[in-house]
Nanobody
Framework: QVRLVESGGGSVQAGGSLRLSCVAS?????????MAWFRQAPGKEREGVAA???????AYADSVKGRFTISQDIANNTLYLQMNSLQPEDTAMYFC??????????????????????WGQGTQVTVSS
């Protein structure tokens, strides 16, 4: 059973930075799976933010390219999301997920993954102007 626990959320002013972490247990690092960050703002659908394959290949949503960086520490089963130049529109609950398939597909078709994979409980990020 895969269990994902996110941390690192908080409140920052626009232009600030946060680093989210997701510790995974029961994770197999399968080549057929990827790890991803999604987010959901109040009243909006869940959207993909970034994803990474077991070989380190990463994919990003256009809205965060150049500002966010996804990385992983396989030895410690930890996924990270470094978020720089945060803007109020980045305010959302951020979720960590283990998903079937590649990082590129996860970011191209995030709506495919609403009911598949394993998900954490989320960590809140609030950016004030």
């Amino acid at each position: 059973q895969v269990r994902l626990v996110e941390s690192g959320g908080g409140s920052v002013q626009a232009g600030g930075s946060l680093r989210l972490s997701c510790v995974a247990s029961g994770y197999t690092h399968s080549h057929n799976m990827c790890m991803a960050w999604f987010r959901q703002a109040p009243g909006k659908e869940r959207e993909g933010v970034a994803a990474i394959d077991s070989d380190g290949s990463a994919a990003y949503a256009d809205s965060v390219k150049g500002r966010f960086t996804i990385s992983q520490d396989i030895a410690n089963n930890t996924l990270y999301l470094q978020m720089n130049s945060l803007q109020p529109e980045d305010t959302a609950m951020y979720f960590c997920a283990e998903l079937p398939g590649s990082a590129a597909v996860a970011m191209q078709h995030p709506s495919w993954y609403s009911d598949v994979g394993h998900w954490g409980q989320g960590t809140q990020v609030t950016v004030s102007s």
